[in-house]
Each structure stands twice: as C-alpha cells, then as structure tokens.
C-alpha cells in the first residue's frame, strides 16, 4: 500500500485512538501531578436546629483567588505517588530499616493501603487466569465432543455466566453463601461447624472472590476456543488417529499447538480484566477483608470529599503495573509477528 | 352557551382554588422560572419534594432523587447555569457544597419570601444562611419489649448495660446474636464509630486546626467497646449495612440495636415481619458509653439549598417552591410520622420518640467541618481491621490518623 493511502485508511481510528484513549490518559496523569490549593480555613459559628456551635469553615474569597490564578491547582509533581496512601516510599522505607524479620517487613507493608490492595489485585490476577483458561479449555473441548443435535442449548448454557449480569450473579451467590444460605449451610455442615461464616473469614471471602471470578469469565475463555476448535484440520486429527494416538494424545500434539495463538489473546485480555477486579468486591459487600486498586479509586471518588488527584495516581499506577504485566505476552507476540514475515 | 357556561365554571373553579390556597397563608402558583431538585431518596424527602414541584407546576420542574446523590450534587451544581437549582443535603453534605462554593448566601431570599420561616429552621454558617433545614434524624436504641422481659431486663440505656443484657440474652437461650448494628465496612463503620467516640467524650482535632488526635485513650475506649458489641453480633456483621441490619432485626433475629430514627416507621408497620416481631419492637434513647454523660449519637438535619449559578428568577422560584413544601402545608396524616419534622404543627408519633430524646439528651450534632468527611472516609476504610482482631486499637488508630492527614494533605486542608 502507498504511504498516502495507508495514512488516510488508518486516520479516522488514529483520530478515535486520541480522542477517547489517549487524551483521557493525558488528562488523568496530568490530574495526578496537581493537588487541591492550600484552603484558608477559619473559625465560624454554626447555627441550626440544635443550637450553635464553633467550627471551622474553608474562607472562599481568599481560596478563590488562588484557583483562579491556577485553576489546575497546585502543581506538586509525584509528591501524590509518594505520599501513604500510595507507594508510601518513606514508610517502607522506615518499615524495612526498622523491621529486624521479613515477616515484620512484610507486615507492615500490607498494612499499608496500597500494597494491601495490590497484593489481593496480583494474587486474584494470578490465580483467576489460569484457572479460567484452563477450565475454559475443558469446557470448549467437551462441548465439542457434544452430539450435534444437542450443541445448541449445551453452548447457550455453557454461555450463561456471562449473559447474567455481573453484579446480580455476585449477588446471587452472596445470598447463597450466607450462613443461612443453601451454600452456607452446606459448608457448615460439611465442615461439621455450625459458626462457620464465609463472610465473616477474610481466606474463605478470597476463595469466595476468586471461584465467582472463574465462573464468570470461563464462557469468555470457552467460546474463544470452541471458535478455535472448528479450524482444527480434520486431515491432521484423522493421520493421528490412524497412526494410534490417543484422545489425550491428539489434544496434546495437534489441538493445543493450534490454539496457542488463542491462549495468548485469551491471557492478554483476562490479566488485564483481572487486574481491575472491582463488582465481585462489591456485590460481595467484601471491603473488609478485600481491596482492589479499583476499590481504592471507587472509595476516593465516592467519599462525601472527592480525592480527584489520589484517585488520578491509582489509575496511573493501575494501567502501569497492567503494562508490566502484559509485557511478557506483548514481546512474545512481537517476536512471532517478526519472525513470521 | 354551553362553551361559555364551562369556561365560567372552571373560572369559579379556580377562583375558589386561590382563594382557599390564600386562606392557608401560603399563596403557591408559581407559573415562571425553573426549579430541579437533587436529594436522597426516602419517604419524608420524597414528600418535600413533590409539595415544591406541585407548587412551581407552571414552571419548568425537575427532580432526581437517589441514594446516589451525593456524588452528583456538587458535580450537577458547578457549571453555569447549573443543572440542579437546589440539594438537599444533611449537615454531613453540605460542608462539600461550602467548600465547592455551589450554593449561595440565602438571607435576602429570607428577607424577601420567607418571612414565615422560623429561626430554628435556618442553617447559619459566620452569619449567613446557608441553607433551611426541615427534619431531624438521629441514632438510638430499638429494642425488643417482649425479649427482654422474658430475660428479666429493664431497658439499658447505656452500652455497658447492653453488653449485660446481650450476656443474659445469650446465656438464657432466647437468642444466639442479641445484638444488631450497621457494622458494614465503609460509611456506617465510621458512623459508628463517630458516635461512639462523640459519647467518650474525644474531639476529632485539634481546636482550629485540621490536625486529627483520636489516637488517645477515649479512640481505644471507643474501638474497645466496639469490638465488646460485635462479639454478640451475628458473625457477618462487617456486611451489614442499616438496609440488612434492619433485614436482620424483622427477621426476629436481634432484640437491641442502635438505629436510625428515620428507619424505625418500616421496623414497627405491619409489613415484612410477623406480628411478634413488630408488635413488640419499641425505641428508646440515645445510649451512653463509659461516664462522659454525652449521648454516644449524633444529631443530624436534613434541609434545602438555592445553587449559587442560577438567575435570581430561577433562585426566587426555587426559594418560594420550597419554603412552601417544607412549611406546615406539608403535614397531613400521610407525612406525620415520615420525619421528626421541624416546623410547627409537627405533633410526635410513637417512632419519633427515639430522635426526640437524643435531642432533648442534649447529643452532639453530627460535626459540620470541611475535613470531617476525610476522616469519616479514612475510619470507615481501617476499623475492620481492629474488628477482625488483625492489629492492636493503637495501630488501627494510627493507621487512620496516617490515611486522613495523606489525603488532608492532598486536599490543601494541611501544609
């Protein structure tokens, strides 16, 4: 292709990519390297229905004057990264020359907010994608085996977690694993301890997360597959079979190769919905005993305070630690892409 | 003939109408401006605002009320002109209007169209008025009459009487988790919190300044006394917020908990519960913790704000729509027991008597400061900590005095 025509095929996505990806990236960076002005405050009295008291108020027309000279704020660099409710660099730094053990270390860094919430982000991430490939996988090859007449329904049931609605089928489960629900009582009994409360143990709510997790994105990871499945070359399966490979075999040697391509795209797109683990906390009433760094933001944004330049600095650190994450897989596929032209 | 006829019966019509809205001393059509109305979502607000919309019904009207009002008031409330020419906020919200600078001084308004509003209604911050409440609300105990008199109780009024009467409750067999509360992690842990801290007599800062001290010996009474309460609480309590802990309370599943007044009217109807669950459910007073003598609650205000960006028509509409909706045209036998309502011609129903007390105990007003919400936000994020038994009172304290003074900081409230 031309260079003159390739430029005006690509535009009108070069213009979207900036307009809804780029600039929006731009301005929350930018947001996060601004803090709110320093607010005069002063003392006032309030009056109301309860009589009078002494508090303090923000003095409008001294802080107005500062906002309007720099409407962005106050510009105060990565000093909103490092501060505690982020990396928290003094504190860790404090922590690792105080702390004579690493369990102390360690300790003290998960009580810090950040490293809490990253530390459920990277173990959710790590085990809910494999998990969901994985089971993904098996689920695609035995709905294949399927007799034809029944692939139909098999598919759409095989598809439901993902048609449910995600907060109402956390909410659903929630209610059953309730002490008094049908998966509660189970559990108790099956542990045989009737005070066994799945909401009130912090390692039980984190299998909780995970296994709701798994359910809902295994139709993503199987419909990906069982896509993949119908380009199996039927010829190849059949020299297998002749020449006495096993089922085990034949899925070993011939079909997981294929999909391999699949399994990359699947893993891209699961790590980076993973990592950015927000409804099931919610649904599941978990803050607790969970956060995530989108519950970090959430919280910021929600308070009856907006904390826009806290919030901004998790989203950045959120889409950089998803770069770090995607790297392998991105460099891998870079390097088939080279090799194949 | 006929035309005519009709034409000068809707006249009379009419004419009878304004007379008899005249007669009641508050004339309400009006027909020019606009009004639109952002509030949360309960019976007694509902009420307000329809009277204000009927009222302005020849203007342009709107309204949106939601439990999620909080995080579009300010937002609704910036641009120029502004979306929502009112909010209806509690003492708690308003302070992010304050500080935004989105609601305008409302003495002249009051000079001009609200003669009739009297002087305990007007919310006054260095003199200005700044808003016009209309109800109050507070926490205080609910309890089961019939249970704890089939345990031999008088009704405690303090916590330490609670913690007894749940011992007795449990040991007697009549209920496993006597004890009900808004524990969910979150807002309402940091409510409760609050208004246990309030009752051993702490401050939350330094006189003056936004300098946060609840790490101190009344911050470890108030956790301790917490943690004293969940231990006859059902096990899940860090996911119960008031909708479930009243869920809990119809199911007959507690028999003593503090809650909101303005909750109680759905815990003593017929609906949802049986008969010896609601029959029996009765409202005390605010309780006390420890020997402070302060209630360990907080009294709080719901009222009506005028947006700064508007025009003085839409403000003088939006004033007149809603001092007439919240004066005592309001009160009828349906809206009565909604609310402790503020103006005249309120008369207290049998669930108000809760909220009454705690402000006749002389209780605290829940505090109305610019930095109140940033450590309402940092308590409700660390106290499971200390619940769950993950770290001692003093570390969870220090961990919340750390996360408030970061984002305190980040909002210029501190060098």
Known sequence: MKHGSFFWFVLPSVILMILFIALPIVSVVTQSLYTQHEQVIVTVENCGPFGCTEA???????????????PLGKFAGLDVYKDRN????????????????FRGFWNTLMNLPFYGALSFTLTYTAIVTPM??????????????????????????????????PLVGALILFWMVDARGILGTGLQWLANDPTLSVKASTPMMWIMLMVYGTWSSIPFAFIVYYAGLQTVNQDTLEAAMIDGASRWERIRYVVIPHLAPLTTFIALIQLMDNFRVFEPIISFQAQAHARSLSIAIFTDLGGETRLLSSAAATSVLTIVFVAILLSPVLVRTWRDFGTSK | MNMIKTALLGTAIAAVATT???????????????????????PAIQSVS??????????????????DHQTLNVAGMTGNPAEYTSAIVANSSIVALINEDVIQPLDALVAEYGADIPPHQLITVDGNIMAVAFM?????????????????????????????????????????????????????????????????????????????TINNAQGVEALEMMKALTAYMNPDYLTHDSNATSAEWEAGNVALMNMWGSRTGVLMDDEGSAPEVYEN????????????????????????????????????????ALAHATSPALLNDETMSQAVWLMEGFEAQPVNEGVLASVAAGSTPYPMVPFQGLLHSALGDNIADFL???????????DIEAAYTAAATEQGFLQ
């Open chain 2, 20 to 42: 008899s809205a005249m007669a009641d001393g508050h004339a309400c059509a009006i027909d020019s401006g606009r009004i639109s109305i952002i509030g949360n979502e309960f």
């Open chain 1, 86 to 101: 982020h990396l928290a660099i003094t504190d860790v730094a404090r922590a690792w020359e105080n702390s004579d053990s």
């Open chain 2, 50 to 67: 329809a009277l204000a919309l009927e009222c302005a019904a020849g203007a342009e009207t709107a309204s949106n009320l939601t439990a």
């Open chain 2, 136 to 212: 109050a609300n507070a926490q205080h105990l609910v309890y089961r009459k019939d249970v704890l008199e089939q345990a031999g109780l008088e009704v405690p009024t303090s916590y330490e009487e609670v913690l007894a009467a749940a011992e007795k409750i449990r040991a007697d067999g009549i209920m496993e988790n006597p004890v009900g509360g808004a524990y969910a992690a979150g807002w309402n842990l940091a409510q409760e919190f609050t208004n246990m801290y309030i009752g051993t007599g702490g401050s939350f800062f330094e006189p003056g300044t936004a300098n946060v």
């Open chain 1, 56 to 70: 303090q108020s923000v003095d409008q027309e001294a802080t107005q004057a500062l906002r309007d000279a720099q």
């Open chain 2, 281 to 320: 459910t009765a409202v005390g007073g605010p309780l006390t913790v420890g020997d402070s003598g302060t209630p360990a609650t907080t009294l709080w205000w719901d009222g009506w704000t005028v947006a700064k960006n508007i025009s003085d028509e839409e403000a003088a509409t939006t004033f007149q």
């Open chain 2, 388 to 398: 769950q038994g993950n770290e001692t009172a003093e570390q969870t304290l220090a």
């Open chain 1, 132 to 165: 969901t490939i994985l089971l993904g996988f098996a689920v695609a090859i035995a709905v294949n085996s399927v007799a034809r007449s029944l692939r139909g329904p098999t598919i759409f049931f095989s598809l439901l977690p993902m048609i449910v609605t």
